[in-house]
């Protein structure tokens, strides 16, 4: 079966971290871009982060930027992001993509119309 897992999120203080997974089964996560998405409660979806295939490019939003790392364990198939000095801000459902092997580049991750597989969302709050 062909999909993508999210877990690791949760309930953290600000300025905690968390490190979310993206798990793939049925199919190779290092020959595409891998995007990780949120979505806030009466927000739009927004980019994260995302890492090319092969590991040739990423990018973080600059939102994000110095407080986020994506990377990818292709012995494990999957994708992490590392999040550190949370801010409140940072609540949401945070869902990672797949997308065409070259979508990543280190100025940007794509617009989410340009990826097509996607996991279930896994929560994030950040929250005194």
């Known amino acids: 079966q062909v999909q993508l897992v999210e877990s690791g999120g949760g309930l953290v203080q600000p300025g905690g971290s968390l490190r979310l997974s993206c798990a793939a089964s049925?199919?190779?996560?290092?020959?595409?871009?891998i995007g990780w998405f949120r979505q806030a409660p009466g927000k739009e979806r927004e980019g994260v982060s995302c890492i090319s295939r092969s590991d040739s490019a990423n990018y973080h939003a600059a939102s994000v930027k110095g407080r986020f790392t994506i990377s990818r364990d292709n012995a494990k198939n999957t994708v992490y992001l590392q999040m550190n000095s949370l801010k409140p801000e940072d609540t949401a459902v945070y869902y990672c993509a797949t997308g065409p092997p070259s979508l990543c580049r280190f100025y940007t991750g794509g617009a989410a119309y340009q990826y097509d597989l996607w996991g279930q969302g896994t929560r994030v709050t950040v929250s005194s």
């Open positions: 049925g199919f190779i996560l290092d020959y595409l871009t």
